[in-house]
């Protein structure tokens, strides 16, 4: 919403400009146009950065919204939408039709880039995903409140029994209704070439404990966004839905034999349909 509200502000303030200017050569007038547009949409992005920031200091890390449907995650998700807009980043989604409608879900996906959890956040809204995400992204100036603000858990790698605490807390959500919670067994962005990192066990207890169905899901390209964001090229990022594991498995089946069983699906899948960069834009 926001980035076609200034894009609009950019291109009538800046078409205002040119024929006030009086500009009688038409490449001038072009270029002028094209360079003024630039400048103001990058004025009004700075000053909603700026906003975005002190707003966030009204959110009480301490006594945080009983609700993740607040005005802090319309804020957060319009902000970060923008954001990829403006960079040119396309988010492709496949499989949705295979997205449990109403029963409550733990959601399963690899790992690659600082920016996942965003964009299932935002992609991924209507469905009310939140992300148990390592601590550290807790901590980020300004960015860190809002993550806490739509429900996100901090996961301590670090300290066993916080680590366990906050898997127990995603548990009680799932089962209040409160949200649906990712995360990434892997633990760590994978920075290799391999498909997967070995999953954690314990990341599938949560399911376990909640009672709850596991969607699986991959995450492509999103390691590219650092490498190609100011190349004006589109990035496209693919978030697939391959399906679910139902409640009933979950209940029968150890979490060990859950991770096998969802690095498995996850790992043919991410095989058979590789993240190439450029071309990854061309496929489905």
Known sequence: ????????????????FVYRSD???????IVLFLLFAVFIYLCLFVIHVLVFAVVSFFIRMDDLPKTIHTFYRFMGFETVRM????????????????MPVKEPFLMVSNHRSIFDPLVGLIWLKDYD??????????????VGRYIAAVGCLPLDRENPKNAIRSIKKAAENIKSGYANYGIYPEGWENKTHDPLLPFRNGAFKIAKDAGCQIVLSTIRNSDHIFRRAFTFRPIHIHLDILGTIPAKIVKAEKTGELSDRAFKVLGDFLTEHPADDWKLGRRG
């Open 1 to 16: 919403m926001f980035f076609y509200i200034y894009l609009g502000i950019s291109l009538l303030g800046s078409g205002w």
């Open 129 to 142: 995903v939140a992300y148990v995400s390592k601590q550290e992204n807790l901590k980020i100036p300004f």
């Open 23 to 29: 500009v009688t050569n038409v490449f001038t007038g």
């Open 83 to 98: 954001f990829m807009m403006t960079l040119h980043i396309r988010v492709h989604l496949h499989g949705l039709e295979k």
